[in-house]
């Protein structure tokens, strides 16, 4: 009697995963905990409750600055670590980066032309929402209805599209004034302060509702596309809809907080070599495991050289480049776990 096909591939018990979801979540409320009380100015959790001058001073500043920034960076980070797990699987590559697929060059040229245009933080935001949408479209487009669905086409089409977009960006920082270089430059390298929250939460929660039904399909799909087509996967219809998942959780954290790299890259592969290859564990952890890694650099670009604030890209950059390196080391000496 032969095993179930996706029996290898999970790797703990459901006793287990349910466990593991629980830890995750118990030290996303503790460091989100942290978020709210570390900063240029420390506070104590008891002191906001204090009926002084000094107290209401806290309870503003933690309610109006930090809590909206703290929600923010959760929300990006689970898309952004969403999104890596989703391109990891559709290009077969446990290296893959949300990036990588030319989605974010498109919400840069968007942001950084309307910044150049003087517009509003909203107009700003929809411009690089648009500028991804027109991106997700060039690449689809390019890439044909057959080469689309081959991580080989995609992969070369979207690097394209992306250095493309990316000397269009260059272009843009060359033209701005002055005044405007420098909010250009945090928004390229990742800001969280003013980031439209409610939209990338929202954006990461029906995410989640709708890879719900899929999740048993992406164990079959890791097994690779002939087994998962002889299973009876309609793989090309999953492949189309796990690119468009992937972009658009994309497109919705770059128009919220800008280029924020590494989240994508290094939270799957983290959690995958700790929990497994099971799909059903992996894509929660990983909304989980994104919100407490961006959470935490937020923590540390506020508090490393207080009161000046980094923008965060630049900490997840300094974070991700080195444990980039080793896993493409290490990944030179083990096999693909995708095949």
């Known amino acids: 009697m032969t095993s179930h096909p996706t029996r290898a591939l999970i790797g703990l018990t459901p006793y287990r995963q ?34 002084t001058p000094d107290a209401l001073m806290a309870r503003d500043i933690v309610l109006s600055l930090r809590l909206p920034r703290s929600l923010a960076a959760c929300a990006v980070g689970g898309l952004l670590a969403v999104a890596g ?37 909203a107009v700003i935001n929809s411009s690089a929402a648009l500028g991804a949408g027109v991106a997700i479209v060039l690449v689809f487009v390019l890439a044909g ?21 990316g000397a269009f960006s260059a272009l843009l ?43 048993r399909d992406l164990n079959i799909l890791a097994l690779g596309r002939q087994s998962a087509h002889a299973l009876g996967l309609n793989t090309t219809q999953l492949h189309i809809t796990l690119y468009f998942f992937a972009a658009i959780a994309t497109a919705l954290a770059v128009s919220s907080a800008g280029m924020i790299g590494f989240v994508g890259l290094i939270v799957p592969h ?4 700790l929990l497994g290859q099971d799909q059903r564990l992996l894509i929660p952890a990983c909304a989980l ?51």
């Open 18 to 51: 349910r466990l593991s979801l629980l830890l995750l979540f118990g030290l996303l409320l503790l460091v989100f905990g942290l978020s709210l009380s570390i900063g240029s100015t420390h506070y104590r959790p008891w002191q906001l409750w204090q009926n």
């Open 85 to 121: 797990a989703l391109q990891q699987i559709l290009l077969r590559n446990p290296l893959a980066d949300p990036y990588i697929l030319g989605t974010s060059g498109g919400a840069s040229v968007g942001a950084l032309l309307a910044m150049l245009l003087g517009m509003s933080t």
């Open 145 to 165: 209805r057959d080469r689309a669905i081959n991580p080989v086409g995609l992969l070369l089409t979207g690097v394209a599209v992306s250095a493309f977009c």
């Open 173 to 215: 920082l060359s033209l701005a004034p002055d005044g405007l270089l420098r909010g250009m430059m945090f928004w390229m390298l990742g800001d969280l302060s003013g980031a439209a929250w409610p939209l990338a939460l929202a954006g990461l929660l029906i995410l989640l509702v709708l890879l719900l039904p899929l999740l």
């Open 270 to 273: 983290a959690l995958r070599l």
């Open 289 to 339: 495991g994104g919100a407490v890694f961006l959470l935490s650099a937020d923590v540390v670009a506020r508090s490393i050289l207080a009161p000046i604030q980094l923008p965060v890209g630049v900490v997840t950059a300094i974070v991700g480049a080195p444990l980039f390196i080793w896993l493409l080391r290490s990944h030179q000496h083990r096999s693909n776990p995708y095949g």
